[in-house]
């Protein structure tokens, strides 16, 4: 077992430092650790089998004319490969090509890995709050947007490193993620939905995607497309340098309600692009080269048959399946790992604190265990 933020090489030395790191979780502080930053995206419901074999042959050939493909030769030719690897990375080139190699992706059942919920619900905001509090809320119960009495490791991070609230940035294409993401109000940054930059923090290219916001029309009612969220975020960035940057794309989930499976492949492929200017952008500024860990993950999965992949929930098998990556100059370079430890949802959290060197104990006791690897 290995702390997932060492490059430890194996056996003895790994297991004692994953002891003391058990033994010792108030003094997580690792001397070798350079994590500085922490940058958190989550994509909302997609799916194991995309984001480890590609283009879904069951979902895709299926007798049935459930799939939701429209011109069935431009999606073969776009994303059709004969095995597994080669989909995902039609699918994913830079996740897969430039990104896992540099750190860990967990949850690829064909390797013995399995990531998991703890919430029994597999919908969003039982799981969002999963992921940023480390625990299961059994009164998580519908996806309305409201603000919980549960503190946040978002929060955590930001008293542990002692942070002003604008350091610690929420940007969601989903209103409701700004109030899951911290209990009180103000206590972070957070733009959400439709809202713009407020003049304190923002500049010309966030006013002006601010304005582009409302003539981009999104598939459903009530949310904003990725393209503006992600924008906005990387212009923050950019201007402000937060430590802490969680970015909650959620147009992959809207394309799969819609039984559009050529479009969410299309959003997957775009979802990539997005990766690669974030980590591109990343590395070119100073305070953020090698010294920023990004976390990638999902709320939940979906079903995983023909009728209903275009839908999750409780009594959807499938729902329950994530995948949960981890990239970062203290990963180790080891891309799809397993067989490994079934990980849960609510392991992030803490694993996020201790990427950053701060207790585990800021999060309540019953929250999950930071991630360990065989
Ligand atoms: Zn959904």
């Known amino acids: 077992m290995s702390r997932i933020g060492g490059n430890l090489a194996s056996g003895r030395a790994a297991l004692a430092a994953a002891l003391a790191a058990f033994g010792l979780a108030i003094a997580s502080a690792v001397p070798d650790r350079r994590t500085e930053n922490l940058v958190l995206l989550t994509l909302d419901g997609v799916r194991v089998q995309e984001v480890f ?38 699918l994913w080139p830079y996740f897969w090509g430039t990104l896992a190699p540099q750190g860990v992706v967990l949850g690829d059942a064909g390797r013995g890995s399995r990531a998991t919920l703890r919430n029994p619900h597999g919908f969003s905001a039982p799981g969002y709050l999963e992921l940023l509090t480390g625990r299961f809320h059994p009164d ?8 919980y009495p549960y503190p946040t490791v978002l929060q955590a991070i930001r008293r542990g490193l002692g942070l002003r609230p604008e350091q610690v940035a929420v940007f969601s294409t989903w209103d409701a993620l700004g109030l899951f993401a911290s209990s009180e109000p103000d206590d972070l940054f957070a733009n959400a939905g439709y809202a713009r930059v407020p003049p304190a923090l923002s500049n010309p290219a966030m ?4 304005d582009y916001q409302e003539h981009v029309m999104a598939l459903w009612e009530g949310y904003r497309t990725d393209m ?33 499976y050529d479009r969410l492949l299309d959003c997957l492929r775009l979802t990539d692009d997005y990766m690669r200017i974030l980590w591109e952008t990343l590395q070119s500024l100073d305070g953020y080269r090698d010294r920023t860990t990004l976390v990638v993950t999902t709320d939940h999965g979906r079903g995983r048959t023909p009728k209903d992949w275009v839908d999750h ?17 203290d990963t180790p370079d080891r891309g799809v790992v397993g ?9 992030v959290a ?25």
Do not use: C
């Open 140 to 147: 998580v119960t519908t996806n309305d947007a409201r603000r």
């Open 228 to 260: 503006p969220t992600f924008h906005l975020a990387l212009e923050y960035l950019k201007a402000r340098r937060p430590r802490v940057l969680y970015l909650a794309l959620g147009e992959t989930d809207d394309w799969a309600h819609a039984r559009r």
């Open 339 to 347: 067989p490994a430890p079934t990980v849960h949802q609510a392991d």
């Open 53 to 90: 074999g590609g283009m879904d042959p069951v979902v895709a050939f299926g007798r049935s004319k459930r799939s939701g493909i429209y011109d069935p030769e431009r999606a073969r030719r776009l994303y059709w490969r004969d095995d597994a690897e080669a989909r995902r990375k039609a």
């Open 350 to 374: 803490a694993t996020m604190l201790e990427l950053l060197g701060l207790p585990l104990a800021s999060l309540p006791p019953e929250a999950g265990p930071p991630i360990r690897l065989p």
């Open 313 to 329: 929930g409780e009594g959807i098998a499938g729902s329950e399946e994530i995948w949960i990556a981890i990239i970062g100059p």
């Open 207 to 210: 006013d002006a995607l601010g």
